[in-house]
């Protein structure tokens, strides 16, 4: 099983850029085996020509030679057998130079690609060939630029909302140095055991070992490396900043941009209504999915860096915006979140027995009454559907249905997350729209349902679905629990604010800057994008902060000072070895859950099976990082086999289920 590199030798132009581009050396050009275009003029194939490419060596998928096809004539295909390779051409007999500068130059003494050997430039230091991002296949010829942002990295870091660099702390797991991995995954992230455990993982859906057989289990080997490395020191601000910041709001976002500035030398002071920082990561997110000492091990690392966390201090009921510029503080980040939850819009929705799922879990995740009894139904389809479902189930609710008005595969939460509600009893039905609360004397017994589908069948999956008319059916419900979205409460806002609020309350704030219509305050996460995922959240904390920094110190790129206060240099590694064999993707065994029982029961990966799962990457991170490494594809026998998971039978999952 490999990579195949499929050329379409019509269009190809012969220039040899992917042959000089590869960082692996795995393509060659032919050599003309009879009179073509190539040799008018001359009459007969010259030793000095190429013709089209050939593979002659193993791929690893990296993609440079796809990206820098100036007329998009290659594809990458995953094959099932062996690739078969083509025999290397040999040296290129050149031409004899002439003493004034002319005749034939072969494009490698002009061409250069981050990872192969130097090659000099006839720009000298001005302009350099190297790969670049390229948005449309049309954007022919990109290489040649002056070095800058466009240098292209690993699909999975690109992914990454807050651009955690997952190939180099994957690689350094498999080097057995977990303490560098953990801190490669903390640099851009402080909240990276948070997100080992519960992180959307999105650099797994773009991993490209998931073209050879199946994506790298990233989010369980940063889970692996919190737990099994210890992170450095943090070294003190090389300046100590007068300027005070006030963060309103102690979720990832607010506690990111806190951290980040902190870095920086700011006193910041974070304002968090609950009596519990964290914001959403504390009360919306059950334990059983987020153990409690994991979060607050990552906040009392942000707090020990000086910051001046206030709790129970809510803003428009112990203090106002105004009160926060008169106390001298010269910026104010707003990070209050989406919180609030939307009406479930059907007779019959402000009944007691209608309760918003935020709420539900809050209650839950403080300590407060949250004893349910007889059957309950959640109303969504996303996490905070799952997450409210399998709380009630846990808080005695029994059966518990989830409906969704979409199809299975529109379903917002993640399919692990839906499996593990389903492994649990609770029962996921879609397709169906709530039309009304149904009750008996004040109080909920149900909930009527009509079936619905897609409105056009040719449509994509964004097609609205509409009822099905006379496909009414009633569920039994003594507790609804409405999880269909949440928002913003612009509340917090007085009137004459200066701040502008969208329709669906929002606060709008510039896209790149965060800074709202009012000087000096700044706003992201939840607030202003709507809900969205945590590691979204540290990537506004962090671009905030670099707004506030570049605001209140005068500089033009906070983001570059930020990255160079907390980057984490890693030694060499002078040589990667990229296994091509097939292995299945590793999986943490399923865990043991009890019914009523908050406690989290999910075990990570052990050391073999890390060591295992992190040496199937492909390191597309060393492919674009630059000529330090040595890249080797092929079979590694050496690696150990991964333990086979642990898929116990559904009444081994939930005890007392038969």
């Excluded at 099983?1 to 032919?30: F, H, K, W």
């Excluded at 002078?574 to 043991?592: G, I």
Aim: one cysteine or more; proline letters at 9%.
């Amino acid at each position: 099983m490999g990579y195949r590199i499929d050329i379409d030798q019509a269009g190809c132009i012969n220039c040899g850029i992917c042959m000089d581009t590869c960082p692996v050396e795995a393509l060659d050009m032919s050599r003309p085996q009879v009179p073509g275009i190539e040799t008018a003029g001359l009459g007969r194939p010259q030793a000095w020509m190429m013709e089209h490419p050939v593979q002659v060596g193993e791929c690893i998928g990296c993609g440079i030679c796809i990206g820098e096809c100036p007329v998009v004539v290659m594809t990458l295909v995953a094959e099932s057998k062996e690739t078969r390779l083509a025999p290397r051409q040999g040296p290129i007999e050149r031409p004899v130079v002439s003493a004034a500068g002319a005749g034939w130059i072969p494009l490698a003494s002009v061409t250069r690609e981050v990872l192969k050997r130097e090659h000099p430039s006839p720009w000298g230091d001005l302009l350099q060939w190297q790969t670049a991002s390229r948005a449309e296949p049309w954007q022919v010829w990109r290489s040649m630029q002056q070095r800058g942002p466009t240098v292209p990295i690993a699909p999975c870091q690109a992914a990454c909302p807050a651009g955690t660099d997952a190939g180099r702390y994957v690689g350094l797991i498999a080097a057995k140095r977990y303490d560098e991995a953990y801190a490669v995954a903390a640099e851009v992230n402080p909240f990276p055991s948070v997100c080992g455990w519960i992180c959307t993982a999105p650099c797994e859906s773009v991993c490209r070992r998931g073209v050879l057989d199946e994506p790298i289990a990233i989010r369980t080997l940063k889970r692996f490396a919190a737990e099994h490395g210890q992170l450095p020191p943090i070294d003190p601000p090389a300046v100590r900043r007068t300027d005070k910041v006030g963060i309103v709001g102690g979720g990832p976002a607010g506690m990111s941009a806190a951290y980040y500035l902190a870095r920086l030398g700011y006193p910041v002071t974070v304002f968090e209504a609950m009596p519990v920082p964290g914001g959403m990561m504390a009360i919306g997110i059950p334990s059983y999915r987020l153990p409690r000492d994991v979060l607050q091990e990552e906040i009392a690392r942000i707090v020990g860096l000086g910051v001046d966390l206030r709790l129970n201090a809510a803003m428009g009921r112990d203090f106002t915006l105004s009160d926060l510029e008169n106390e001298g503080y010269r910026a104010v980040f707003l990070a209050t979140g989406a919180s609030k939850s939307r009406r479930l819009g059907v007779s019959g929705d402000d009944l007691p027995g209608v309760v918003p799922a935020t709420l539900f879990l809050k209650r839950v995740n403080l300590g407060e009454e949250h004893h349910l009894s007889g059957p309950a139904v959640v109303v969504g389809g996303g996490s905070t559907a799952m997450d409210a479902a399998r709380s009630a189930w846990r808080s005695g609710a029994s059966p518990v249905t989830v409906v969704y008005r979409r199809g299975r595969a529109e379903m917002p939460a993640q399919v692990e997350e839906i499996e593990a509600a389903e492994r649990e009893g609770i029962v996921v039905r879609t397709a169906l729209a709530p039309v009304e609360v149904v009750s008996r004397d004040g109080t909920v017994i149900g909930i009527r349902c009509t079936q619905t589908g897609p409105a056009d069948a040719d449509a994509d999956r964004r097609a609205p679905w509409a009822p099905i008319p006379g496909t009414n059916e009633e569920i039994s419900a003594r507790t609804i629990l409405v999880a269909v979205g949440e928002e913003p409460d612009p509340s917090i806002l007085p009137e004459g604010a200066g701040i502008e609020v969208s329709g669906w309350a929002g606060i709008v704030a510039d896209p790149r800057t965060l800074a709202t219509g009012r000087a000096g305050i700044f706003a992201g996460g939840d607030v202003v994008s709507g809900p969205k995922t945590i590691i979204d959240a540290v990537a506004s904390g962090r671009r905030a902060a670099a707004s506030i920094h570049e605001y209140l110190a005068g500089v033009t790129d906070g983001e570059r000072e930020i990255l160079g206060a907390v980057r984490y240099r890693t030694g060499r590694e002078p040589q990667v070895a990229v296994d091509l064999s097939t292995r299945p993707r590793a999986h943490a065994p399923l865990p043991m859950v009890q019914p009523s029982s908050f406690e989290a029961t999910q075990v990570g990966f052990d050391e073999r099976t890390a060591l295992a799962e992190a040496g199937r990457c492909f390191r597309c991170d060393a492919v674009y990082a630059g000529p330090t490494f040595d890249v080797t594809a092929g079979r590694r026998p050496d690696l150990p086999a991964p333990m086979p998971p642990s898929r116990p039978a559904t009444h081994d999952i939930v005890g007392g289920t038969p």
